[in-house]
């Protein structure tokens, strides 16, 4: 039985009063803690993504504009630190248990809550992404919050609740292009389940007011040529999957977002689906309002399970990042564990599942710190997989000793140009050579090189051998950085930069 202070319960933080609500604040100091020890080389996409936060915009080159947006808010109170540009990570993602904790606690009750609570913290993907700042943990913050004020709406329609969930979807287009998917399930449930809020006000601010919002972004793109979503397109036309990709594509989906919970979600899945097309068939679309439980495991589903299987198919035939289909797992915790518990041999391989991914937390913790602690057969896989973080100080530490006056940088790969920006004593602009007329990161969009030919340079070239487009040139320095018994090589030169041809 609900006991009374449990009923009483009437706003998102009078849930947070509670045993979950301190789990997350410890996870919280936890995680903060370990965020001063990692002592991790920022990747050169974090790089990237802070050299945008320098000149706030409304639009980049692959991106909305959110992850600059929130870089330049941290960098500004707590300045250009590692620490500062992942702040909004480990904000984001511990909003979204937050979240989840407090949706769960609402509908299915606070034990079911505390078990979601611990698995989405400790599942390796929104584990890692506490502490990596890129687009995506800003995105699950947006897509979970999303997703309350569309319950909420739908329990109680209302204007309040009508704008909330229009700003957090527009916001969420503000973040990722992914985002674009919520809002089209969004406008879908209503066209099939739910057709009588067609006609009011309510459903004309959900479907206008995130457009409005994502309308600066949208002229940006205008203004220069579409190029988000040229970039966003291209990412279709990859190359047919082979056997050793889909391999690794399945094997790691089911390592990042939980062996055992991975394989319940499809179980499951398959199951719930099978109920909602025999529901459809026999026009019996209300099968879920006749319940709040019942109806909650519905939406849960509906904006997990249905368009993670459209886009694992479109996976057969085109290579995916794994970290694309992150959003559809986000509100899988909310059914698949209360599925679970009807039946007592899942039950307990969701606690073996949650046994594994905390075994796992500790794993990763411990590694971060310790990248050569495994080797095999002379190969240590773990730099490797850190290796868009491993170098950068090193060779900002050489092109710093080599450099006098400020003299201008060129190099030929926008990772070397964010992370040299970021790393280098007067965080200079770094200008990225443009091969062929073709734009292809952000400098190209922000630079000409051009502008400094006949000047002399410094060149910090990612590989080897002399460059074509430089006269009274000389080698300054080679730079080898050691990976998995390989090397990262990267050479400056200095001469007059003559331009390219």
């Not at 702040?87 to 509908?107: E, G, H, Q, R």
């Not at 006000?201 to 994502?214: A, E, G, H, N, T």
């Not at 950068?392 to 000793?401: F, G, T, Y």
């Not at 018994?485 to 400056?492: D, F």
Request: hydrophobic residues 50%; positive net charge.
């Amino acid at each position: 039985m609900t006991s009374n202070l449990e009923f009483r319960r009437k706003y998102f933080v009078d849930y947070l009063i509670s045993g979950g609500g301190i789990i997350i604040l410890l996870l919280f100091v936890g995680k903060l803690y370990y965020l001063n020890e990692i002592n991790l080389t920022l990747s050169y996409d974090e790089s990237y993504y802070w050299d945008w936060s320098r000149k706030l915009d409304f639009g980049y080159y692959s991106k909305p504009p959110m992850v600059a947006w929130l870089i330049y808010l941290s960098t500004k109170i707590f300045g250009n630190t590692e620490n500062a540009i992942r702040l909004p990570a480990l904000l984001s993602i511990t909003f979204f248990t937050s979240i989840s904790y407090v949706l769960v606690c609402k509908y299915l009750g606070f034990s079911l809550a505390r078990l979601v609570l611990a698995t989405v913290s400790f599942t390796p993907i929104f584990f890692i992404y506490s502490f990596v700042m890129t687009i995506d943990p800003p995105l699950v913050f947006f897509w979970s919050l999303s997703f309350y004020y569309f319950v909420s709406f739908v329990y109680s329609p209302s204007l309040l609740f009508s704008i909330l969930l229009g700003i957090t979807i527009g916001l969420g287009l503000l973040t990722k292009q992914t985002m674009f998917i919520f809002y089209l399930l969004t406008l879908m449930y209503f066209f099939v389940f739910d057709r009588s809020q067609l006609r009011s006000k309510y459903f004309l601010i959900i479907l206008i007011l995130p457009l409005f919002i994502l309308s600066p972004n949208i002229f940006w793109n205008i203004k220069n040529n579409l190029i988000m979503f040229q970039h966003t397109a291209e990412h279709f036309t990859r190359t047919t999957p082979d056997i050793k990709y889909l391999l690794t594509f399945y094997l790691g989906l089911f390592i990042l977002y939980g062996p055992l919970f991975v394989l319940l979600f499809f179980v499951y899945g398959i199951k719930f689906l099978n109920v909602i097309i025999y529901k459809v068939k026999s026009s019996d679309l209300t099968f879920y309002k006749s319940n709040p439980k019942i109806g909650f495991i519905f939406y849960s589903f509906y904006f997990s399970f249905i368009p993670l299987l459209v886009f694992l198919s479109i996976s057969l035939f085109k290579k995916f990042n794994l970290n694309w289909i992150m959003p559809f797992f986000i509100t899988s915790f909310y059914w698949v564990i209360p599925f679970c518990f009807q039946h007592s041999l899942h039950r307990v391989l969701i606690y073996l599942n949650l046994f594994i991914i905390v075994l796992l937390a500790f794993l990763i913790i411990f590694l971060v710190r310790n990248p050569d602690a495994i080797e095999i057969k002379g190969s240590k896989p773990v730099k490797l997989a850190l290796s868009k973080f491993i170098g950068w100080r090193e060779l900002a530490d050489s092109v710093n000793k080599h450099r006098e006056n400020f003299i201008p940088i060129i190099t030929n790969h926008r990772e070397v140009a964010s992370s040299l920006a970021f790393y280098l004593k007067d965080h200079p602009e770094i200008c990225v050579l443009r091969e062929k007329n073709q734009v292809t990161n952000q400098y190209h969009l922000w630079y000409d090189c051009n502008t400094l030919v006949n000047k002399e340079v410094i060149y910090v070239q990612k590989g080897q051998g002399q460059p074509g487009f430089m006269r009274d040139i000389r080698m300054l320095d080679e730079v080898k950085i050691e990976l998995n018994g390989k090397s990262k090589i990267y050479q400056i030169w200095r001469g007059t930069f003559t331009g390219l041809k």
